[in-house]
């Protein structure tokens, strides 16, 4: 079992920043993939972004140039440092660790971002 813990999540002014971190614990020597969902009221949860242990992290369109995915192992942290934020990034962001059997979420983080 892998268990996620999430914070930095808040309220912010459109073009504003904010850092989301990500804390695992438990099993935390099976996870492959780490990264970050979000969920808009009325919508379905979205991948964010995506880093594996070794290579590039993947994003969504919505967020390239604007969001940055970084991990460390060491302290099994994933972190989600968000820039010139906007109004349509209002959701609660939700942290994800992958193994080679399951898939584990946190319990997510408000972002709100009013214009």
């Known amino acids: 079992q892998v268990q996620l813990v999430e914070s930095g999540g808040g309220l912010v002014q459109a073009g504003g920043s904010l850092r989301l971190s990500c804390a695992a614990s438990g099993s935390t020597f099976s996870v492959n993939t780490m990264g970050w969902y979000r969920q808009a009221p009325g919508k379905q949860r979205e991948l964010v972004a995506r880093i594996g242990s070794v290579g590039s992290p993947n994003y969504a369109d919505s967020v390239k140039g604007r969001f940055t995915i970084s991990r460390d192992n060491a302290k099994n942290n994933v972190y989600l440092e968000m820039n010139s934020l906007k109004p349509e990034d209002t959701a609660v962001y939700y942290c994800?660790?992958?193994?080679?059997?399951?898939?584990?979420w946190g319990q997510g983080t408000q972002v709100t971002v009013s214009s």
């Open positions: 994800n660790a992958g193994t080679s059997w399951s898939y584990y």
